[in-house]
């Protein structure tokens, strides 16, 4: 026997002796996994259906704030297939707008993201986590709690990476969800968290989680003030994946893992029992793929486009991905950058194929599939000159007609300064 299979033989020896906290039955079982990493913006419902095609076996969606989640009502859009959490925005009021537009908080595909997704719950509130979880349970594989994100809108209020210094809260959190959503829905509880400064921190930090209940846990392998930039800091986690398996609770590992042949390798060097994928995935989704050989970006690309037109994607989110998936340097990369519209951006790749649904989507959703986008909205000069922008406000104001052309009298308009026309600029369509 090799070394190499001695030590898989070791290691599935020691899987079955060591205990497992029970995976409740509409739950998932992370042990084996190759996932999806949550990402604001990159975590949206065409992206997580890209990477499953590809071959991801769970999907985590972006971090969704629970205040944001309690107070939506739950739909289903016939249109698109897809379970839609939607709320009226305030716009600034106590009672929004009876004519505003629904604002879509959260989306599922129930049919491809069956017992493969888990919602990702930004929170610093034992009860509002329970709240917004209720909402969410019944069409998701489990809740995870980020208790990781460094940036501030995560960890304004005390959720996200603040969690990792109130380490009472977060627990109580988590037992919270565990008797609360584990016990009426059926589903496992878990928590993402970064490194600490030292490993005996981290390790004290990961003995008192790992006796909550939950049945995962995701270690990012840096600590709160790293960058992305920044290379992973493995030393402390093949300690934190000893912890967890000692209590039966499986051990997920994240950053820099590239393909899912990188995080088999990576499993196997640390003993943590799956991973997550994140900036390769944003780049290129076919780094899940079971061969093991990377697509082609246009191949990647046409995909992409095909899921997020079929349940109708917000267009400013599938352009950002477009930018994150088009080489830079390439001149499909500028064009994509003008491109305000669906329609355009299939004509400039050359999928003439995809034009026609393009076009339905355009009209959808209510952009100019051969202009400028949504129609421009007026400018407010008083807020711009609020805003500090007094050169704007004044250029809008000489925008307006002359008094003459408004019907003041003469004397009225010499008083006025006789301030001459100005035609206003062309193309200020709003892109979304």
Same mark, same amino acid.
């Given at each position: 026997?090799?070394?190499?299979?001695?030590?898989?033989?070791?290691?599935?020896?020691?899987?079955?002796?060591?205990?497992?906290?029970?995976?409740?039955?509409?739950?998932?079982?992370?042990?084996?996994?190759?996932?999806?990493?949550?990402?604001?913006?990159?975590?949206?419902?065409?992206?997580?259906?890209?990477?499953?095609?590809?071959?991801?076996?769970?999907?985590?969606?972006?971090?969704?704030?629970?205040?944001?989640?309690?107070?939506?009502?739950?739909?289903?859009?016939?249109? /698109?297939?897809?379970?839609?959490?939607?709320?009226?925005?305030?716009? =600034?009021?106590?009672?929004?707008? %009876? +004519? $505003?537009?629904? !604002?879509?908080?959260?989306?599922?595909?129930?049919?491809?993201?069956?017992?493969?997704?888990?919602?990702?719950?930004?929170?610093?509130?034992?009860?509002?986590?329970?709240?917004?979880?209720?909402?969410?349970?019944?069409?998701?594989?489990?809740?995870?709690?980020?208790?990781?994100?460094?940036?501030?809108?995560?960890?304004?209020?005390?959720?996200?990476?603040?969690?990792?210094?109130?380490?009472?809260?977060?627990?109580?959190?988590?037992?919270?969800?565990?008797?609360?959503?584990?016990?009426?829905?059926?589903?496992?509880?878990?928590?993402?968290?970064?490194?600490?400064?030292?490993?005996?921190?981290?390790?004290?930090?990961?003995?008192?989680?790992?006796?909550?209940?939950?049945?995962?846990?995701?270690?990012?392998?840096? /600590?709160?003030?790293?960058?992305?930039?920044?290379?992973?800091?493995? =030393?402390?986690?093949?300690?934190? %994946? +000893? $912890?967890?398996? !000692?209590?039966?609770?499986?051990?997920?590992?994240?950053?820099?893992?590239?393909?899912?042949?990188?995080?088999?390798?990576?499993?196997?060097?640390?003993?943590?029992?799956?991973?997550?994928?994140?900036?390769?995935?944003?780049?290129?989704?076919?780094?899940?793929?079971?061969?093991?050989?990377?697509?082609?970006?246009?191949?990647?690309?046409?995909?992409?486009?095909?899921?997020?037109?079929?349940?109708?994607?917000?267009?400013?989110?599938?352009?950002?991905?477009?930018?994150?998936?088009?080489?830079?340097?390439?001149?499909?990369?500028?064009?994509?950058?003008?491109?305000?519209?669906?329609?355009?951006?299939?004509?400039?790749?050359?999928?003439?194929?995809?034009?026609?649904?393009?076009?339905?989507?355009?009209?959808?959703?209510?952009?100019?599939?051969?202009?400028?986008?949504?129609?421009?909205?007026?400018?407010?000069?008083?807020?711009?000159?609020?805003?500090?922008?007094?050169?704007?406000?004044?250029?809008?104001?000489?925008?307006?007609?002359?008094?003459?052309?408004?019907?003041?009298?003469?004397?009225?308009?010499?008083?006025?300064?006789?301030?001459?026309?100005?035609?206003?600029?062309?193309?200020?369509?709003?892109?979304?």
């Amino acid at each position: 026997m090799s070394a190499l299979e001695l030590s898989v033989f070791t290691r599935a020896i020691r899987s079955i002796m060591a205990p497992k906290v029970p995976i409740p039955r509409n739950g998932v079982d992370y042990r084996g996994k190759i996932v999806l990493a949550p990402m604001v913006r990159s975590g949206e419902l065409p992206s997580r259906l890209l990477a499953l095609h590809y071959g991801a076996d769970l999907v985590w969606g972006p971090e969704t704030v629970d205040r944001s989640m309690i107070g939506t009502t739950r739909r289903f859009n016939p249109d /698109t297939q897809t379970i839609e959490w939607t709320r009226k925005p305030s716009q =600034g009021a106590k009672t929004p707008p %009876a +004519d $505003v537009k629904d !604002s879509i908080i959260y989306r599922v595909h129930p049919e491809k993201e069956r017992r493969k997704l888990i919602f990702q719950l930004g929170t610093s509130d034992p009860d509002l986590a329970v709240q917004a979880a209720r909402l969410v349970a019944a069409d998701v594989a489990g809740i995870d709690v980020n208790a990781g994100c460094p940036k501030p809108f995560s960890t304004h209020g005390g959720m996200g990476a603040a969690l990792l210094r109130t380490p009472d809260k977060l627990c109580a959190i988590l037992e919270a969800l565990v008797r609360a959503i584990t016990f009426e829905f059926e589903i496992g509880i878990s928590v993402k968290i970064r490194i600490l400064e030292t490993a005996a921190e981290t390790e004290a930090l990961v003995r008192r989680l790992v006796t909550t209940g939950i049945t995962g846990l995701t270690v990012h392998c840096r /600590t709160t003030p790293m960058r992305p930039r920044e290379r992973a800091v493995r =030393g402390q986690l093949r300690m934190v %994946a +000893d $912890v967890c398996r !000692s209590a039966g609770v499986a051990c997920v590992m994240n950053g820099d893992v590239e393909t899912r042949q990188h995080a088999l390798a990576l499993m196997e060097e640390y003993g943590v029992d799956g991973a997550m994928i994140a900036t390769q995935a944003e780049k290129n989704a076919s780094c899940f793929r079971f061969s093991g050989d990377i697509r082609p970006w246009e191949e990647v690309v046409e995909r992409y486009l095909r899921c997020a037109m079929d349940v109708e994607n917000k267009f400013g989110n599938t352009k950002y991905m477009l930018c994150q998936q088009v080489p830079g340097k390439s001149q499909a990369y500028r064009h994509i950058s003008a491109c305000k519209s669906y329609t355009k951006v299939c004509e400039m790749l050359g999928y003439d194929h995809l034009v026609e649904r393009a076009r339905e989507v355009d009209a959808s959703l209510d952009i100019d599939p051969d202009g400028s986008g949504k129609k421009a909205k007026k400018p407010n000069i008083s807020a711009l000159a609020a805003g500090g922008q007094m050169a704007e406000s004044r250029a809008k104001l000489q925008d307006k007609k002359g008094l003459a052309e408004r019907g003041v009298g003469a004397q009225e308009e010499g008083k006025a300064g006789r301030q001459s026309a100005v035609q206003p600029a062309e193309g200020t369509g709003i892109s979304v």
